[in-house]
């Protein structure tokens, strides 16, 4: 008989094999939290619906700061866009593993299954995180243990090694199984949430590092609108009446450049950065293109700056002619 409860804290993306990796130690009457880090790039919110429907408590801690040291240099490097799998994984698992030296938890543990994922879930790159995370050996994976070396977790007896699975591979059958015995009916698909495996938001973050000095708002605007870079500055125009609203939500009075159409309905456009007059123009027939308007060769258009508002009217173009500016559309 175990004296006191073990105790695992694991990752959690609030997908399925995230839940289903908490149950299946659950089983064994282990008491599971779960650990959910939040960046610009991707958020806990399926981890907090994972919560609320299993009853298992969520710890969400936001590591933005340390993220982005890491994310300009990756030591494992970067999968097919800007996701550092391998490293973000490491991270997670070390910032997981400040709980186990504060004795909270006996052992980490995540929903990984070995060969799932081509890069990050082979089993070199699973190796790869429990070495460099500073916690090999307390790392479990229950969905693939069975498949996996023994761990110091399984060997000092605090999980019972014949209780947990041995899926490996791509196929959702087994899991998709296990979620009906479970009774698991709400998950979010395994694809999808982490902003840095999008092609066209990883183009805006190679532009954003390479351009300019940025701050955590330029990181939260890169997921809206058309962006564009022109004579080295960065101009956004809203796509939708929503996002002409998120866009400006970030807008400052004292900093930014907004730009209005004021006869026409047109795309919202701000410009955070510095910018020349000769470029605000052209800022100007950017925002007046979008806003397809016929049969005008000149459109009045507002700048809104910290010095005051502004009327003048620009040259009404085709969107093709800025198509060399577009920074990778989400
Ligand atoms: S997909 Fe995103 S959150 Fe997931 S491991 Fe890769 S970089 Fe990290």
Redesign the pocket.
């Known amino acids: 008989m175990k004296s006191k409860k073990v105790k695992a804290l694991g990752l959690s993306?609030g997908g399925l094999d995230s839940i289903l990796a908490a149950l299946v130690l659950k089983e064994q009457g282990i008491d599971v939290t779960w650990i959910s880090f939040v960046t610009p790039?991707?958020s806990a919110d399926n981890a907090k619906k994972a919560s609320e429907s299993t009853g298992i408590p969520l710890i969400i801690e936001d590591i933005t700061d340390d993220y982005l040291i890491m994310l300009h240099n990756p030591k494992a490097g970067y999968?097919k866009n800007m996701?550092?799998?391998m490293d973000?994984?490491t991270m997670?698992f070390n910032k997981a593993g400040e709980y186990i030296l504060r004795k909270e938890y006996d052992f980490l543990f995540s929903g990984e299954v070995s060969g799932q994922r081509p890069f990050?879930q082979r089993k070199q790159a699973l190796r790869y995180v429990e070495k460099h995370s500073g916690f090999d050996g307390s790392i479990l994976r229950p969905l693939s243990a069975k498949n996996l070396p023994i761990t110091k977790v399984e060997e000092s007896g605090l999980v019972d090694r014949e209780q947990l699975l041995n899926i490996t591979g791509r196929g959702r059958k087994i899991q998709i199984a296990l979620a009906k015995k479970y009774g698991i009916k709400d998950y979010p698909s395994p694809a999808g949430?982490?902003l840095?495996?999008d092609i066209g938001y990883s183009k805006r973050l190679r532009d954003l590092f390479e351009n300019t000095e940025y701050t955590k708002r330029d990181l939260n605007l890169l997921r809206y609108g058309r962006q564009f870079r022109v004579n080295g500055t960065k101009i956004i125009l809203g796509r939708s009446k929503e996002e002409n609203e998120n866009i400006e939500s970030y807008y400052s009075k004292k900093d930014d450049i907004l730009i209005r159409l004021e006869t026409f309905p047109g795309p919202g456009t701000l410009i955070t950065e510095e910018i020349s007059k000769e470029t605000l123009v052209i800022a100007g027939e950017i925002c007046v293109a979008y806003a397809k308007i016929k049969a005008e060769e000149e459109i009045p258009i507002t700048i809104i700056s910290p010095s005051g508002k502004e009327t003048f009217t620009v040259k009404n173009r085709p969107v093709s002619d800025f198509a060399e500016f577009l920074i990778g559309n989400l």
């Open positions: 993306s790039f991707f999968g996701n550092p799998c973000c994984h997670m990050s949430g982490c840095l495996t």
